[in-house]
């Protein structure tokens, strides 16, 4: 597996990556990391691998943009020295764009998101050892639902940057679109977006891979 | 209009009838008639023809199927004795098969649907002086997502049902699909079935304009 | 109708306005606009007009009088650059003289009213592309009643207002007058003030009528 | 006065009675007796009369009509044994005429107030020491408004009662009127019904001037 | 009656004053004066002279001494403009010094008592029409009980500062004595300190019958 | 020491007695003794005694007089089994008597006290291996108040009927005096009835005392 | 994987298996799982074989022992037909022991334990497809503290049912054990019992384990 | 006893002192000690000794290692001008190392510990009378347990700085440890750190035995 003794792994991102985590810090006693894709990660390291000591902090928080993490990147990335970092961002960038349509101040469209993106990562990686980046989605299997559509732009400027910056790529929207072959969306997620446990596991399931978890 | 002087005017359904109205009793002072359709309905009626007395009950319950009703049908329509009695039920008949698809004594399926419906119908109708039946709707544009299109068919038994027995006959999907064409579904209900206030105006429109509502 | 494409419309006023309004922002998901006559216009408008994605904004605070409303002006009006502006004051400014009256530092005089309202009006009209002045009301049949009689003085500086400065007038007043010819105040509001659900849709309606709505 | 060492004094009545009282007792430590107008006349009595020992309960509940009290007036009037009785009701039975309207179930007309008023009368007459009957009243002004006059005449079927069975009168809507050739309803109730502390002393003051309560 | 027509009567104490008031302004609507002896003297006066339109204000805090008082005297006193000021503070003082005799910081010695109470009349009595100044007390027949004899010291400076300053004086404890020959101390206040309902009417009328107030 | 190896001690009694205990049981995990004396007896005897294994259970119910205790003694008394059986009942017995003197139905007088209270012992002796009868108490040092002179007369009877039945007597009564030497009541309690934690911890000496309890 | 299509898996056990679960039922929407190992073993299944459609239904009560599931188990397993059958009981059986050792009536011995633990399996065996026994747990590395080597007598009776009854047999201690070679049990477990989420994945991880999961 | 008249005596620790006592103050009327060993002591001080007037302040905030008592030192100790110091800490010092082993920051070290222990000590001990050191300590009787080793290395450091500084030395740990060999620990307390009544008591008596307290 590629985590090593003692690093430091972050998360950051949205009300995905949030889950209801301790606040400020993310760590800790008592379900600090939220009930989410990163508790059960957290779980399945930590029980795989105890004897690593693996230190994982949650700095989600509900609703986020990209230009809501620009605005704490310094404070809850930069400052916490983390070994590995792992973003998941862009839901709520798209999402706006559909369910408040008239309010654009809360929408972030592509080419901003793709350069605030790009600063975030540019700033960032020559102080951390890897960058893990995670696919925004959209639980939907209809390829022309025009909210899925964007989603999927969004989703490819991620896999470009990734490959730009030799980021670890995760591809949460091909592993719902996995699951989605075999389930309704409404048995995950009634807005497709919040995920039951069984999608907060598909999550980890992506990010663990990537990472060569073994079970 | 076609209500008529002090006539009483009960509607039954689920969580998009129901809205958090008063109960048991479902009319009455300080916001008894919930926060939906129904209320909407009463506002446009009491204010527009505030002479004629129309008394409006609501008797939704949330998560309810039509067997649900069935088993208080007696108690509270029957007993109510009203003059109008609207029927709006089905989605969660249909959802239930999608969302929780391995619980099927949740489900109803289109025969049981249609059968438990008919008798609803036919011990009520000799009852009252005119029945209203509403579709179920599913708020997705897509009429190949399979949900959609089971609602579809939930529906068709709707219309045939009122075609049968001579009750008016109000298509809430169809006022949702022309809605479609302009907003995407997350602007209504992020889980295409709790609308917001746009959606439950779109129900209560369908139905004034069934019932010729002269604004 | 009046309103044409993107136009921001924003209203302001006191407790009949705010209606458990999202603040500060009042506007966005989950009911921001409140559950009163703006959550009904915006409704209707996004309904009928789902085309022409109107931005409706809801800026009421209860127990405002027009000072309070001077004092956030700048903030909740101007700041806020509407398209079209809504105001609807001077309830409390009167009521405040009938259920305090040993208390003058909370009422608000006519020509104080006036004052401030005229300048309200002129530092804003140059910036918005229209401006209504809807008329305070109170839910009482008997003119001579002396509240009534009181708030007919402050809704006659509103229509001169209106006229004065070419803005759309609403007359809340009397849209009530009609209603209380058929049903008694307390049917619609027990203090005379606060109405339910219907008496929000009368004022909803007076509005619509007035910028041309089409049902 | 009139109530004499260890009498026991029962009020029955609606909302304006209950006030909060304890229940299903009554009486006993901590606000037992509500916060209106009976727990002023018993601290007036209590203050004035601390040798006397007069027993007070409240037996008010919220919302009440002459038939919700003929419905417990054996439980909650006769199994008390009172020496006194003081009732006050008719408020809703009026008042539910006025605000809602269109449900007839909730109203007590005229008539059938009277039959179940005289028979609770009769039926109690003979197991007390003295009855005192106390007007249903409504804080308006305009003895030409709907809900005023009706009030009246239901305070005038109080009056022939008490003449009939030599109770005790108590006019509290007389008591009303003399305040209101000085202030405005509002500054009492904004329902016009429920009163504030000074409103709830009017009706202390009425009832202590019927019993010849020497301050 | 002493009182006369638009003065302000503004009450300073501690918990007795207070009684849950409505704060930081002490007046308005909603039980703004609390539930004890101000709100009852208030509700006597209005409903008596409601041609006088009294403006009663209640500035007591729960816990307060005469130190507690002197730290706020401008903003709650002086800056109030009151036209008539009563005072009742010193229950507090005392009290400390027998429920927690190891804190000598929170006791008032009876020295200290006078000489800030003394600075704050002096500082108050040019700008106000009348002081009312009552004795503190406490609920016990025993003169030998250590709390009252030491009570009745610090009534005996009020006693002392009324004479000097010509204030009116309102003797509470007195009032209290008269009652304590009928009834245990119990059945006013377990803790002899915080008095039901009959307790406080005692301390309004002890107040009224100082101002001359005809019932 | 008296108590021996696993033997089972129940305490029985009123608010003193219960404190917060856990319910319908009365011993077990998570403070299920409450906070009161019981809960100070069974520390000091498990930190003491920790190889003795006793059992302690709490049955006090606010409020009781010994009339409660009759009717739940069966349950909650013999039902239980103890060894050891700990009584302290009379408190509300005789504070109703002075704190509602209007109401007879919640006194409970000397003779029927004493009657029921010895039934009860007749009933128990033979089940158990010891009875401890502590007397009700009141925390004040006059013992001229006449509640205080009550109280010791109740507290008369239970020492006669410890000495008739040769139970352990424990003098609640005089351990206070001792105290109220040196403090005021108002230090222990406020309402000279429920005391702080060293007035519990008061009553928990006098028991462990007379159980001959080696610090 | 030996879980086939469409099977129902039922578990049943106390606090760690409860784990908030949705009650009565135990599976639908909304967490009806809880948040322990059975949700995790669910997400697991459902996300790596969302084909097969299995059901996993919760009926952990927390506090039970092997006796409480004796009194249920008509009810929430033989009623529930379920296909598969997981048991985890035990811990409480021990603990009682230990934490409240004088209330014998909470203890379960070994003898009992396996008495009733064996007349479930053969009441149920004939009716499942396959039953699954795992062993109640301590977080404690330390062999020979009591309650370890306590509870691992329970265990051992597990395992010889297992062994009887060819049920499926998961060693939830050994899990433990092997983690306990790399992290202090506090890490895991405050109180050694109710684990976090890295615990609860390792008993996720052992039954999984058991049943042939391919990751 | 060592206590002297009118002596003040503080406390200051962690969870086991805090036990919810009133903040900020920790001392006063209701329940402002807490509800462990400092209130066990207050009372037992209270009242066998009521004639010193001892006074008792609790200054415990949960959670505190001796970096947090570092940090608040002026305010609530050497500010507080006490008497006697109390000291108990290092639980959470300690307890941090073994529950979240990967956040170091939250760890204090042995050497570390004794540094700014030492210095507390030194900077109080010219102004204090009297210093007490009490041990941490964990309630485990296997000597070889990590934890258990760990705090007696911390609790050796207390010994050596009441020896080196001439404090009155309380071994907590020994006091545990005497009772553990009657009793297994999760009969005091499930997580070895945050004992139930008993565990208090425990504590309570060894400082008092310390102090010589005489029973």
Not at 45 to 53: A, F, I, K, V
């Amino acid at each position: 597996m590629k985590l090593e003794h003692n690093q430091k792994l972050l998360f950051i991102g949205d009300s995905i990556t949030d889950c209801d985590r301790a606040k400020p810090e993310g760590e800790g006693l008592f379900q600090a990391l939220g009930n989410g894709y990163v508790a059960i990660i957290d779980g399945l390291l930590q029980s795989t691998y105890p004897e690593l000591g693996i230190r994982v902090v949650n700095k989600g928080i509900s609703g986020n943009t990209v230009k809501d993490l620009q605005m704490r990147w310094q404070e809850d990335v930069l400052n916490q020295h983390p070994d590995w970092l792992v973003v998941m961002i862009g839901i709520n960038d798209v999402w706006r764009q559909f369910d408040t349509p008239t309010i654009p101040e809360k929408h972030v469209y592509l080419e901003q998101y793709e350069k605030i993106y790009r600063e975030l990562i540019e700033q960032t990686k020559p102080k951390v050892k890897q960058i893990v980046l995670m696919t925004p989605y959209y639980i939907e299997a209809n390829m022309n639902d025009p909210m899925r559509a964007k989603m999927d732009e969004y989703g490819q400027v991620v896999k470009r940057l990734a490959d730009e910056y030799q980021a670890i790529f995760v591809d949460t929207q091909q592993a719902f679109n996995d699951l989605l072959e075999h389930v309704y969306p409404a048995t995950i997620a009634w807005d497709r977006v919040h995920p039951d446990h069984t999608g907060h596991t598909i999550i980890a399931k992506a990010f663990l891979r990537a990472i060569d978890f073994a079970w």
